[in-house]
């Protein structure tokens, strides 16, 4: 049983930083494609970013590139999105995902296998 956890989300203001964790248990991620979803009150699921645990080959969302940061710990099977320079409109509850590849390129949410239970991200003006 795959199980994605994430943590480290929390109410910041604007301009501020936040580091998200996603916890991966339940077999080996070699192989892996890990990303970073997020989504809004009223709105549907929005990529963020993507790494691919073996090249740790990366891809971001245009409107967080430049202030936000995927990267991975594969001894710990740990994944982080780093977020800096937060803006209101980045509010939202932000998932965990996990697919079976890294080749063809992971692209659309329903190309994932796996999703942990998100976590709140507020930013405050």
């Known amino acids: 049983q795959v199980q994605l956890v994430e943590s480290g989300g929390g109410l910041v203001q604007a301009g501020g930083s936040l580091r998200l964790s996603c916890a991966a248990s339940?077999?080996?991620?070699?192989?892996?494609?890990m990303g970073w979803f997020r989504q809004a009150p009223g709105k549907g699921r929005e990529f963020v970013a993507r790494?691919?645990?073996?090249?740790?080959?990366?891809s971001y969302a245009e409107s967080v590139k430049g202030r936000f940061a995927i990267s991975r710990d594969n001894a710990k099977n740990m994944v982080y999105l780093q977020m800096d320079s937060l803006k209101p409109e980045d509010t939202a509850v932000y998932y965990c995902?996990?697919?079976?590849?890294?080749?063809?390129?992971?692209?659309?949410?329903?190309?994932?296998?796996?999703w942990g239970q998100g976590t709140q991200v507020t930013v405050s003006s």
């Open positions: 790494i691919t645990l073996s090249e740790a080959s990366t």
């Open positions: 339940g077999r080996t991620f070699s192989g892996y494609t």
């Open positions: 995902a996990a697919a079976r590849r890294s080749w063809p390129p992971v692209v659309t949410a329903d190309e994932y296998d796996y």
